[in-house]
């Protein structure tokens, strides 16, 4: 699961585990930790920013020290002004212009929940993404 990106609603902003991606990380000042569903707690190293395609890039990007999963914020996204749109089996993001910047399909991933996984390489044919069943 190192190379699929999750689309989580109840995140607060964008997150992952692997330092390796960021274009831009700086260090953080403060000690600030990310408490994750199981209720334990990864200390968040630095804030930078991860292209994942020609149309999208991460920015204010937490590298979490332990984090398993590679966590896109709908939240921030509606922040920085893409428009998130569900719909039966997919969700849509779109830049101000209304342009399809990607689309995830829902998908189950050995979870006892559904979760919307996002797959860049289905969109762009490269970039980082691979369909995980």
Not at 3 to 19: A, K, L, N, P, Y
Not at 61 to 84: C, I, K, P, T
């Amino acid at each position: 699961m190192e190379d699929v990106w999750i689309m989580d609603s109840g995140c607060s902003r964008h997150m992952t585990g692997h330092r390796k991606w960021f274009s831009s990380l700086n260090p953080v000042s403060t000690k600030e930790y990310i408490t994750f569903g199981d209720n334990g707690q990864g200390k968040v190293m630095g804030v930078g920013s991860v292209s994942l395609s020609a149309k999208l890039s991460l920015r204010e990007l937490a590298f979490v020290r332990n984090l398993g999963f590679n966590l896109v914020s709908v939240s921030q996204l509606l922040d920085e002004g893409f428009e998130v749109r569900f719909k039966k089996g997919a969700c849509c993001v779109l830049d101000a212009e209304e342009t399809l910047v990607f689309r995830v399909d829902l998908t189950s991933v050995s979870a006892p929940r559904a979760v919307w996984l996002l797959v860049l390489l289905l969109i762009y044919g490269s970039g980082i993404g691979d369909l995980v069943t």
